[in-house]
């Protein structure tokens, strides 16, 4: 069964940065593309960033031209690098195949909060 395990989020103050990790057990990264989600308080989970197996990004536009994703298949992690993180960027973000698999369970996800 793959299990994916988040880290790296944090409180930081608007303008500054942080880097995710995703960590997944199993084999997935060579066949699916993976992707950042996030929840903010009240509302849905959204898609904010994909890398696919050839490494082709797309982003959300409200992260555009801040976030990074990138993905290291030999360690079975994919990142996000969060610059310029606004106060609108809190939320808990979690890793998994983009588009999702049902089968596969959501991991605890990692809290960034943004706030001066």
């Known amino acids: 069964q793959v299990q994916l395990v988040e880290s790296g989020g944090g409180l930081v103050q608007p303008g500054e940065s942080l880097r995710l990790s995703c960590a997944a057990s199993g084999s997935i990264f060579s066949i699916y593309a993976m992707g950042w989600y996030r929840q903010a308080p009240g509302k849905q989970r959204e898609l904010v960033a994909t890398v696919t197996n050839r490494r082709i990004t797309n982003y959300a536009d409200s992260v555009k031209g801040r976030f990074t994703i990138s993905r290291d298949n030999v360690k079975n992690t994919v990142y996000l690098q969060m610059n310029s993180l606004k106060p609108e960027d809190t939320a808990v973000y979690y890793c998994?195949?983009?588009?999702?698999?049902?089968?596969?369970?959501w991991g605890q996800g990692t809290q960034v909060t943004v706030s001066s």
């Open positions: 998994n195949p983009a588009p999702r698999i049902a089968t596969i369970d």
